[in-house]
């Protein structure tokens, strides 16, 4: 289990956080696997039929909340997978702790927030 052990109040993650984050990530991991369900099941009750104007934005929007859904299902399982291995909570970029506020906040989260915000920046 990956408990910081040089910090502050500000990066340190206690037992209870770590279990508090790890429960919502799994419920976090439920609800999109059932998100995803449902546009599924949606695209394929609407397949017969007639792609009109608002059929096919329909569908374009099932399509785009679809792709969102797995890549929050893929951020989620990936801080899962984290925590499993003792990784989680030090962001990919430089290495430190990612600050618990932004944990408790975004529990998938991979970057410290000054290295989100260089990587935000960047694009």
């Known amino acids: 289990m990956n408990r910081q052990i040089?910090?502050?109040r500000h990066t340190t993650l206690s037992l209870e956080d770590f279990a508090a984050l790890r429960e919502n990530l799994h419920e976090q991991r439920l609800f999109r696997q059932e998100q995803l369900q449902q546009?599924?099941?949606a695209a394929t009750t609407r397949a017969d039929a007639l792609l009109d104007r608002q059929a096919a934005s329909q569908?374009?929007?099932?399509?785009k909340l679809a792709a969102s859904a797995r890549m929050v299902l893929a951020d989620v399982e990936a801080a899962l997978k984290r925590m499993d291995e003792g990784h989680y909570g030090t962001c990919h970029l430089?290495?430190?702790?990612i600050a618990r506020e932004r944990l408790m906040i975004v529990p998938q989260?991979?970057?410290c927030a000054?290295?989100?915000?260089?990587?935000?920046?960047g694009r």
Not at 59 to 63: L, M, Q, Y
Not at 94 to 97: A, F, K, N
Not at 114 to 121: G, I, L, N
């Open 109 to 111: 989260a991979r970057y």
């Open 114 to 121: 000054r290295c989100q915000q260089v990587r935000e920046a």
């Open 39 to 41: 546009l599924s099941a």
């Open 6 to 8: 040089i910090g502050d």
């Open 94 to 97: 430089c290495r430190g702790p």
């Open 59 to 63: 569908i374009e929007v099932r399509v």
